[in-house]
DNA sequence: ATCTCAGTTTAGAATTATTCTAAAGTATTG
DNA sequence: CAATACTTTAGAATAATTCTAAACTGAGAT
């Protein structure tokens, strides 16, 4: 059985022709940073279109079931982020251009304690670039 | 002279009603983090008000002039940080609420080098809480 | 003080990413 | 197949921000 339509099973979802479709997309293997717009665009390409209004709730579910990981760091745009595992970014502001930065290449070696009450949910480091 | 009045001659820009107003509540030696609407509504109360299109032009030219620093840490808001020195945010999604972080109580002791032909511009470490 | 003009403010319109709505379509289960 | 809960979708709505262009004002020159 097609890949994506395991992991769409083994996380309660449906596997419809258009989940299918952005996950075979997303679940390649290869790293992506994605917006909304950017896999829309994407996807008129393929042979069967995926109306806007899905793109955005597929890519907001994938994110609650945790495969994928949402970085909001641009106002205007929410980026997605295929690759799950514990990273962090360069975000080059003019041209809105998001590159992951390898895992060893950042050790933070304090951190604060949580303020009363509240936890850590998750440590985002992006370091913004220029020319 | 008001203090206002000079921060904003030593930058070049000409001390208006407005700025003078804007000014005197961001400068006002307390660290604020603020938005275009907090703002807006904090100096409605005032007896002078002032129009959200200049709201957003004076933060926009402060923070031109270093004089605040742009914090992009939520899709749908922009925060302006009267505190210019360097340090880092707690920030809850759930209430938006941004927290500093004591500059000490956050070692990066290692970071990666920028790619080719860019610099690094800021680094911005954000912590998202939740409960 | 008045004149002049670049700089500034402003109301309202425009933009734009995203969310919402509600009607039509579809996958799953019995 | 039939029933139903889930899903997709077009288009409308939302909301932060930016833009426009006309009115206003601060500051230097006369
Ligand atoms: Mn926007
Ligand atoms: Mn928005
Ligand atoms: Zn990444
Ligand atoms: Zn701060």
Redesign the pocket.
Same mark, same amino acid.
């Given at each position: 059985m097609n890949m994506t339509k395991k992991i769409l099973?083994a996380n309660?979802?449906?596997?419809?022709?258009?989940?299918v479709l952005i996950g075979d997309y997303l679940f390649d293997g290869i790293d992506k940073h994605v $917006?909304?717009?950017s896999l829309f665009k994407k996807l008129l390409n393929e042979k069967?279109?995926?109306?806007?209004?899905? *793109?955005?709730? $597929?890519l907001?579910?994938f994110c609650k079931k945790e495969l994928l990981n949402k970085i909001t760091i641009d106002?205007?745009? *929410?980026y997605f982020d295929t690759n799950i595992s514990s990273h962090h970014h360069f975000f080059s502001d003019k041209e809105k251009l998001l590159l992951d930065i390898r895992s060893q290449d950042v050790i933070i070696s304090s951190m604060p304690v949580a303020p009363k009450g509240k936890k850590i949910k998750k440590v985002e480091l992006i370091i913004h670039l220029e020319d």
């Open positions: 099973r309660d979802l449906r596997p419809t022709k258009q989940r $917006t909304a717009e069967r279109g995926v109306s806007l209004a899905t *793109v955005y709730n $597929t907001h579910e106002t205007d745009k *929410v």
